[in-house]
């Protein structure tokens, strides 16, 4: 009989080769891209969860202290026109005097990724540590991967 320990390891290492298969679908550039920009904010959110979605528009991983997505600090959104980080439910209270943020939703703002680098340009690292801020604290630990949705049709993933 297998232990609850070891059904969470296993869905874990099922979603994490579920999101390997997602990323491949991008063409190599953006996979380098992703792969790198997720490393990076596995490193900033540490104990976060990371709650997938492969929708019809974009390919997103949101960064939450909890399994519930509307506490989420973060999100990386991946087309194949690029990548970008939003804050999908602080964006538009961040303080933002270098007005980096672009969006005129009723609370998400984003930001374009060209590397992982810009996830540590001053004015960026400034918005993820105000947004940190204003949610919930991250537990500690290793936050799980947890795929919240796979949409059937999508959007081409490669240009």
């Keep these: 009989m297998k232990t609850a320990a070891k059904r969470a390891q296993e869905r874990s290492l099922d979603a994490e080769e579920q999101l390997k298969g997602f990323i491949e679908k ?6 380098a891209l992703i792969r790198s920009v997720r490393k990076t904010l596995r490193k900033r959110f540490p104990g976060a969860h990371e709650l997938v979605y492969d929708n019809y528009n974009f390919f997103v991983i949101g960064y939450s202290p909890t399994e519930r997505p509307s ?6 959104a991946c087309s194949a026109n690029g990548l970008g980080l939003a804050f ?4 538009t209270k961040l303080p933002d005097p270098r007005k980096v943020l672009r969006g005129s939703g009723t609370s998400n703002r984003s930001i374009h990724l060209e590397s992982a680098a810009t ?7 400034d918005l993820i540590d105000a947004a940190i801020a204003m949610c919930k604290p991250l537990p500690g630990g290793k936050g799980s991967v947890v795929i919240r949705s796979v949409s059937a049709k999508q959007r081409p993933r490669r240009k």
């Excluded at 999908?88 to 964006?91: L, N, R, W």
């Excluded at 996830?119 to 690292?125: D, G, I, K, T």
């Design 26 to 31: 991008f063409d190599p550039a953006n996979q």
């Design 71 to 76: 506490d989420a600090i973060a999100s990386m």
């Design 88 to 91: 999908p439910y602080c964006g």
């Design 119 to 125: 996830l540590s340009r001053p004015e960026v690292a």
